[in-house]
């Protein structure tokens, strides 16, 4: 990634020259970042591996016996599945559109915050809400708000209508929920954003007549760009992976299923782990063109904030 | 015993933790106590008492313990099967959905039944449900109850139950022109409730899913007649515009609130009627399940009790599984919790008569009943099925059954991939 | 001011949206979990009959308490070790020249967008192979990597604010490396790691599905999983008054802590992004 183009420490000239304590540093340098990197490299980096030799076998629980090499057969399985093709469309609506409601929504509460004249503590504390709930017990809410008879809000539908069970108003309900919860975190990182506009910049505009709308299209959003572009890159690779809210709102019911759910579906309630292991794959693969096109395609700068939500 | 695996926690939770670990595990192992065997089963309002009395009867050789699964029958299995495949032996006794035994007997989860205790766990007992606790030819878990579907009717609404589902779709047909409550309720959304509908309709019309050993698909004709019919209902006088969500639950309270004239559902409704309608009750009748031409032949449901390879305590396991379902527990499941049994005799027990006043109708169903196809797959071949036959009104005959046939062949091969 | 007065009426009535927005969902929830048996299948967004019913039953509810303390326990050991590791990569990311910088940076970023379902299916696997399969441990490993990254971008970040003369001092007077950090920067540092320490905290405490697929029981379930393994009374009976009032228990204490540390947070979550 090319994402080290951090600030270096300034040079100091008159230690520098000490090769002793350059190396001192170098050393140290490596011995601190050891143990993180030990663990991160632990946890993923033979699990990856192990998982690409998975998906090349014949591997379910259920058939101990039958375990083989199939090489490539599990990924036509997957590739031709319907299933998998259904999953991964949802899954990429689900994306595209709350990321993009919550690049609108976010914006405008990060005006909000930034530009209100009252309470803006109150403004920044409460939009926190969102991001301090458990992400199972806010799907909960949202599933007992639209059952019919339970919910507040199923009540305001025709009786009879019972939106979680029906494809499309269920993926718009899976949205909702995942934008509910995620935009006070966008807004945040493009509130942050927004301290980098110029005041000066924006005045001037103002005073050679631009409009408000004029002033945001063509001073603030350019400006931003940067900081845009890195949080929509993380909220896309974070909507992709998307899991608890629909494991609890519908469990992937009437083709609701992200990439994520059917892979959980097909690995823990089909035990097959050699299909399982092919669709974790095919979702890292999917990941990294996504991160690929985003950091060569757009030109993002990754930024150092992990939005490490999950 | 369950926490020995865990890492020690900070000291600060100990005590907690300690006082929890007692209380889920009963930590009854080595301090001299009775052996604990752990019994995992679906929610049943009133098993405590099953327990009790089995606890009792044990005199001390064991003890066992509840813990009571989700209340989703693919919740139940997932629970089972992940600490199975983890061989965790927390697990002593196990409560199966009829459907789960090919499975858990193949990956070699469950003990077989053999000796004394097979011989104990068939006698008396039904032949329907026992087969369901078969698998090639070898017993695998004891029968604890069973179930069957019926048609449920408002007879202020029908007088004479029809016994086919053309017949069913004609009385619809003039309760609509007669303005009358016309709906009737059937399990239609996607899940396992509509493969057992499916099912049921390609025994009533002389087929099978799947072949005898459960390794080939047949389908064929008969199949082709149960998707039309199927077809035909969704798109009748008699399909609710809701068929497509419906579920047990909502059939039952479909009926109950008038909104229905009948149901294809489980005997739990009738307690529920009673509890819920009292005043419907006096016109709520059974009959039995609806076939294509003649009679039909009715779901098969119910539970097993198996018990896990990777117990320690197999012989207070099996012991322990056999009192849970012997005549004097199904008796109380069937006069407290409305669960029908597998063993003759108890539906001449007292008590029953009140409970279950359309016992011989569920005799006679069992009878003939259509037991699910056998398959170590059966989840996979279930749920590729219900997605195939889900909603009921789009089925297109020809290619609901090409589409059907393709995607469980792949199931049975494990190679499939399910949504 | 006419103008004045219609101005702030405007900013009080979208600051009105932003707040409901905030606050609705969760106070639906609240109601649920305030509602008794009779009345929570009655759509009211308000409770017509109070009842603390459901709160005494879930912690009667052994699974419960028991996925609470799991949850806590986890989420503390596997913050302070992320902190504690975390720490040392963040000051050396900061403050020191050596090459392999980019290379830590790169691989936490990309830790940091992995999806989780790849490990699922190797963990579960490799977990049941070494016995780690539903133990604190088994869940501790993979939290901590997830939190891994979170902190050592936000804790670099607050790192480079620190007034690194006073490091360049204690070297002077012969401290060496080491000393420097842990007797002048350590201290200076302890807020940005408080705030950190919250935000790895929250990651852990809010995971889901590491923790439904890599446990098997109440002895390394966290509280997230066993709600969502609930079971009603009888088969018939959704546990909707108990699923609320224990999402309720889980999100408050986390709320309270956020709201206690918005401003903090509010840097934390935000400085990275835009100085990177």
Known sequence: MTTATRAEPPADPGRRAQSEGKRSERNLGWWLCAPAALVMLLVTGWPIVYSVLLSLQRYDLRFPDRRGWVWLENYVTVLTSPFWWQAFGVTMVITVISVVLELVLGMAIALVMYRTLLGRGLMRTAVLVPYGIVTVAAAFGWRYA????????????????????????????????????????????????LALVPEDALKAAAMDGAGPWQRFRMITLPLMKPAILAALLFRTLDAFRIFDNIYILTNGAQGTSSVSVIAYHNLIGGLNLGIGSTMSVLIFVTVAVIAFVFVKGLGTSTPGQSGGRR | MRLRRAVRPPAALTAALALTAGLLAGCGGDDGGPRVVNLYNAPQENIDAIVRRCNAQAGGRYRIALNTLPRGADDQR????????????????????????????????????????????????????????????????????????????????????????????????????????????????????????????????GGSILSENGERVTLGPPAQTALRTMRAFARSAAADPSLSNTKEDEARLAVESGRGAYEINWPFVYASMAANRPELLRNFRWAPYPGIDGAGRAPLGGGNFAVSAYSKLPRQSFEAALCLRDPESQRIAATRDGLPPTIESVYRAEGMTQAYPMRDTILAALRTAAPRPKTPTYQNVSTVMAVALSPPAAIDPQGTLRTMREQIDDALQSKGVIP | ??????????????????????????????????????????????????????????????????????????????????????????????????????????????????????????????????????????????????????????????????????????????????????????????????TTAILAFIVCWNDFLFAISLTSSSAARTAPATISFFTGSSQFEDPTGSIAAAAMVITVPIVVFVLFFQRRIVSGLTSGAVKG
Request: hydrophobic share 50%; charged share 15%.
């Open chain 1, 146 to 193: 639209w059952t019919p008879g339970t919910g507040w809000l199923a009540g305001l539908l025709p009786a009879g209508d019972a939106p979680l069970t029906q494809q499309w108003p269920a993926i718009f309900i899976i949205i909702l929920a995942e934008v509910w919860k995620t935009t006070p975190f966008m807004a945040l990182l493009l509130m942050a954003g």
């Open chain 2, 78 to 205: 997932e629970q089972l099967v992940r600490r199975l495949a983890a061989g965790d032996t927390g697990l002593d006794v196990l409560g199966l959905d009829v459907t789960w035994t090919a499975e858990l007997a193949e990956a070699g989860w469950i003990r077989e039944w053999i000796g004394a205790d097979a011989a104990r766990a068939r006698q008396g007992t039904l032949p329907g449900p026992l087969e369901t606790a078969t698998w090639q030819d070898k017993l695998y878990a004891a029968p604890y109850n069973t179930n069957v579907q019926l048609l449920w009717y408002r007879s202020d609404l029908i007088p004479n139950p029809p016994t086919t589902w053309s017949g069913l779709m004609r009385e619809s047909a003039r309760l609509k022109r007669a303005g009358k409550p016309h709906y009737g309720q059937v399990p239609g959304a996607q899940y396992e409730g509509i493969v057992v509908w499916f099912n049921s309709l390609v025994a009533s019309a």
């Open chain 3, 1 to 194: 001011m006419e103008a004045d007065r219609r101005v702030v009426a405007r900013w009080g009535a979208i600051n009105l949206l932003v707040l409901l927005y905030a606050l609705v969902p969760v106070l639906w929830i609240a109601s649920l979990s305030f509602k008794d048996p009779a009345t929570i299948t009655d759509g009211h967004f308000v409770p017509r009959s109070w009842t603390l019913d459901n709160y005494k039953g879930i912690f009667k509810n052994d699974d419960f308490v028991r996925g609470l303390v799991n949850s806590i326990g986890i989420g503390l050991i596997s913050t302070v070790i992320a902190i504690l590791v975390g720490t040392m990569a963040a000051y050396a990311v900061a403050r020191l020249d050596f090459p392999g910088k980019s290379l830590v940076l790169g691989f936490s970023l990309l830790i940091a967008m992995f999806p989780q379902i790849s490990l699922v299916t190797p963990l579960f696997q490799i977990w049941r192979g070494i016995g780690l399969f539903n133990t604190w441990p088994g869940l501790i490993l993979p939290y901590i990597t997830f939190a891994l990254p979170l902190t050592i971008y936000t804790l670099s970040t607050f790192f480079r604010e620190i007034p690194w003369d006073l490091e360049k001092a204690a070297k002077m007077d012969g401290a060496t490396p080491f000393q420097a950090f842990r007797l002048v920067i350590a201290p200076l540092a302890a807020p940005g790691v408080v």
